[in-house]
């Protein structure tokens, strides 16, 4: 299985690492820390805990931005052109070219997900001076579960992305919907919880609760991945939250690849 995947998984590196989008998105990475380093000059107060929250949220952005950058790149482009055609000659099953595909985009998001959570862990390292603050924050264990959970976020974005890649007739479509997906599943616990606590007793609201409970089987809750307020207050969250959003976002990403597979699979490509 490994050496079906390996051609997929080193090529998707090779042209990942080559790419000048995604060159100019890791400068919008670092650029999104220096925003989080002249944050914390507006909050005399908490100036780690600001660096830390604006620097988290950066490194989200520039993390789903990358993930459909490279789907997009390196499987929707190659369906396209059908250059995807010489990568089938090899012995193996389509499958592998997906699973491989992916499995090297992740490689891909790992990196660049250790590479600013470095540069971010220095941003707050150094903000502030010698200021103590009320809340200190937390840059041990929390913070790189925190930069995990995003990173897991990043690749629950890639896993639907890449079943759009396979549908998908129109280049832009997986960057689109992508985009969208990651903002409504960042948005749909917020919405659940206001939903849930009576709507401000809004009548028009209180009418979508039920198109809200079904979307909740259908668009995974991207919110239960964001653990900042551990790092930022302390408060570390329950571990059947951590399990919960681990096992959430394990099981969405199976279903995405199985069905990205099969979509795969079924595609005509005309010579």
Known sequence: MLKSLSPFVLSAWRAGLRSRSIQAILVLGILLMGVAFLSASFAPRQPKTVALDVGISGIRIALVLLSLFWVQELIGQEIQRRTVLFALTYPVGRGSYIVGRYVGILGLLALATLLLGMLLWVVVLTTGGDYEQGFAVAPGL?????????FVD?????????WIATLSTVNILPLALGLAFAVCGKSLGAVIQYMMEGADRNPHMLQLSPVISAIQ???PDLSRLDWRVWPMYGVAPDHTVLIGGGVMALSYIVVMLVLSVFAFSRREFQQ
Do not use: N, R, S
């Open 217 to 219: 089987w259908v668009l």
């Open 142 to 150: 929390p913070y790189w579960t925190t930069v995990f959970g995003i």
């Open 154 to 162: 990043a690749a629950v974005v890639t896993a639907f992305a890449t």
